[in-house]
């Protein structure tokens, strides 16, 4: 018999990953505030109640804001031997909270973390997912078709995970949006694109970023007073230098932490400044 999946919200991860399980064979039907948005794109819809109380699966695609009211709107029917899966990017301490929320209907919860862009990779997206049962529905959820890994049995790990990814993602995003926004103020935008794009695809980003970290131990002085002049061009030029001046405050924190005199020449990994700069924080929150 096909597992029976109820989405609660169909926005663009709900309608990709239901019709993705569609296709693969699973019992879908979803819910949303919008009816129409369901039903025009062929998906059964079903009242909240007869969502809930008829899935095995209860998976949470609502937007990040949304996620503990939803959660809420299903307890009335949630009972014992249904799996509440949460797909919304939260931090670790909202999952353990919608987990108590879930738990007095003896339902169990479990935590998702999509890494990737659904509305590139669709249901192809990576997937962690984390809590005591998370194994199993891991294995549930690749088998109806989405990319799922089981991350951790403690919960808020696999939310944490993804919480740090996005300071990489969404903080490349910014700053290739105001290199851009500047560029093109500047007058120099396809020739900042093409630079930047070329550089990339010729170097291994690995390597890249491993020698960004070693030389950082050795050149944040010079960097610091580089980003200073970058925060002043953008400007003079009319642009506020919102991550400019996050960087420049960045390096400036690296010159307070000395990093000069654990490293007078180039480290030989990431690891020793990673390990440096770390302990040297928790140093000053004492």
Known sequence: ???????????????????????????????????????EAGAAYKAIGDLVGGSELILST????AARSAAESCL????RGQFYVDLNSTSASI????????????????EGAILGAVGVTGAATRILIGGPAGRDIAESLRAAGL????????????????????IFSKGVEALVLELLIAGRRAGIETELWTDVTEFMDRNAFGQV???WIQTHATACERRYHEMVQVAETLREIGIAPVMAAATESFFNRSRLLE?????????????????YMEGRLRSTER
Do not use: H, W
Not at 95 to 110: C, G
């Open 1 to 39: 018999m096909a597992i029976r999946i109820g989405f609660i919200g169909f926005g663009e991860v709900g309608s990709t990953f239901l019709a993705a399980m569609r296709a693969g064979g699973a019992d879908t039907a979803a819910f949303d505030i919008i009816e129409s948005k369901v039903k």
């Open 95 to 110: 999952k353990l909270e919608l987990d108590r929320i879930i738990r007095p209907t003896r339902a169990q919860f479990v």
């Open 259 to 275: 990093l000069y005199r654990a490293f007078p020449t180039k480290p030989r990994s990431k690891e020793e400044v990673i390990t």
């Open 147 to 166: 990319n799922t890994t089981f991350f951790s049995e403690e919960l808020g790990k696999a939310s944490t995970f993804k919480m740090l990814r996005s």
């Open 62 to 65: 609502v937007t990040t804001q």
């Open 76 to 79: 009335p029917y949630l009972k």
């Open 209 to 211: 970023a491993e020698n």
